[in-house]
């Protein structure tokens, strides 16, 4: 006798099988073998075809963009909330620039790895400004409520810029150099943004 079709266990182990694939992308992303990011390194790390990778990502930029969005979410992004509960703005500022520090020193060689990926491929740079306009979002949010707070007349839009350059990768990174991590320059990255909001 034929077991009846079972829709949630199907859709189990699909979803188990597209986490054994990010893991595995992951991995490729952290590995420190010098061997570039494809399809077929993450199919050959997850022990499945390559065609099972397209079917569930439909291309190497659609992999990376969940990819980047799991890095995330496991990381330091669930704390965001609780950011934006803190009333005083200097401190939620210092905390938001405390999680982008973690979140950056999660995966750092991963985060390189996905800028050089970006600049190859134009659908994934764009895919990657997309995600980072959600950091903008946050600073835009937390610079109103800064001037708001101390009744300021910042020059919004340079306010939000020079915090959204400052909270990149690129910053971090650059001001850690190869003996620090990006979390070992939350507190210089924290001065920066005090002088630029007055605090």
């Given at each position: 006798?034929?077991?009846?079709?079972?829709?949630?266990?199907?859709?189990?182990?699909?979803?188990?099988?597209r986490e054994r694939?990010?893991?595995?992308?992951?991995?490729?992303?952290?590995?420190?073998?010098?061997?570039?990011?494809?399809?077929?390194?993450?199919?050959?790390?997850?022990?499945?075809a390559r065609m099972?990778?397209?079917?569930?990502?439909?291309?190497?930029?659609?992999?990376?963009?969940?990819?980047?969005?799991?890095?995330?979410?496991?990381?330091?992004?669930?704390?965001?909330?609780?950011?934006?509960?803190?009333?005083?703005?200097?401190?939620?500022?210092?905390?938001?620039?405390?999680?982008?520090?973690?979140?950056?020193?999660?995966?750092?060689?991963?985060?390189?790895?996905?800028?050089?990926?970006?600049?190859?491929?134009?659908?994934?740079?764009?895919?990657?400004?997309?995600?980072?306009?959600?950091?903008?979002?946050?600073?835009?949010?937390?610079?109103?409520?800064?001037?708001?707070?101390?009744?300021?007349?910042?020059?919004?839009?340079?306010?939000?810029?020079?915090?959204?350059?400052?909270?990149?990768?690129?910053?971090?990174?650059?001001?850690?150099?190869?003996?620090?991590?990006?979390?070992?320059?939350?507190?210089?990255?924290?001065?920066?943004?005090?002088?630029?909001?007055?605090?």
């Amino acid at each position: 006798m034929t077991r009846p079709y079972q829709p949630r266990e199907r859709q189990r182990q699909v979803d188990a099988g597209r986490e054994r694939i990010l893991a595995a992308a992951r991995d490729v992303l952290d590995a420190d073998d010098g061997e570039p990011f494809s399809i077929d390194a993450v199919a050959k790390r997850a022990g499945v075809a390559r065609m099972t990778v397209y079917n569930q990502f439909e291309s190497k930029a659609g992999l990376l963009e969940d990819l980047f969005d799991s890095i995330a979410e496991r990381g330091a992004f669930g704390q965001m909330a609780k950011v934006f509960a803190i009333e005083d703005p200097d401190i939620a500022l210092d905390e938001f620039v405390a999680l982008f520090g973690r979140f950056w020193t999660s995966s750092r060689r991963a985060h390189r790895k996905l800028r050089a990926a970006g600049l190859l491929d134009p659908e994934l740079e764009s895919a990657m400004v997309a995600r980072n306009e959600r950091r903008r979002r946050g600073v835009t949010e937390l610079v109103k409520r800064v001037a708001k707070e101390r009744k300021l007349q910042l020059a919004k839009d340079d306010a939000v810029n020079t915090l959204f350059v400052l909270m990149s990768f690129d910053t971090f990174d650059a001001l850690a150099g190869p003996t620090r991590t990006p979390e070992d320059v939350i507190p210089v990255v924290r001065r920066l943004v005090r002088l630029i909001t007055g605090a």
